[in-house]
């Protein structure tokens, strides 16, 4: 989570509702904690930004650091604001989602360059969809598929062939039995 998305769950949460949330996100439990009494202090003039902040801060077990924003969006649903979980959701999200794409899309490793490789690569793939260009594999299949084809109607050939003359010979034989009786 980033200070934007903190301030903005800030914004649109009262004193009691940020109360409510820090003191539960010190418990590591599923169940919203019952008893809220028993946590650390929170100083009076220090704003929820602030306490938001030192919670994703923290190196204690119950602190956010190293903590998924699910913790928080479940916390904030537990008091009822399931629509603010939502929008923390949906922001987190977002923001992954757009720095995967600049990561894919821009070549950290070009000097000058205003497009990436991959870019590149993508917008050629796009243009020359429709054509069919041969490769030297696509040739050598192609040779091999005729190849097959053409032994295999060669050898269907030779077998009829073959059958034919056997039949001739076989009928031919048995006239010659015929004519010595």
């Known amino acids: 989570m980033n200070e934007e ?39 009076n003039n220090a704003t929820c930004f602030k306490l938001l902040a030192n919670f994703s801060k923290g190196k204690k077990p119950w602190r956010g650091e190293n903590k998924s924003h699910e913790v928080i969006a479940h916390r904030l649903r537990q008091i009822g604001k399931g629509n603010l979980a939502d929008w923390l959701g949906n922001a987190v999200f977002h923001h992954l989602a757009k720095d995967i794409n600049d990561s894919l899309l821009q070549n950290p490793f070009a000097e000058s360059c205003t497009q990436s490789a991959l870019n590149t690569k993508l917008h050629q793939d796009k243009e020359t969809f429709g054509e069919a260009e041969w ?17 295999l109607v060669f050898s269907c050939c030779r077998i009829l062939c073959l059958s034919c003359t056997r039949c001739k010979r076989q009928s031919t034989n048995e006239e010659m039995k015929v004519l010595l009786k």
């Open 5 to 43: 998305q903190f301030s903005y769950i800030a914004n649109h949460l009262s004193i009691e509702e940020c109360s409510k949330l820090i003191g539960s996100l010190q418990f590591t439990a599923y169940d919203f904690p019952i008893n809220l009494k028993s946590l650390e202090t929170i100083p």
């Open 135 to 151: 490769d030297l594999i696509d040739i050598t299949l192609w040779i091999v598929l005729a190849s097959l084809l053409a032994s």
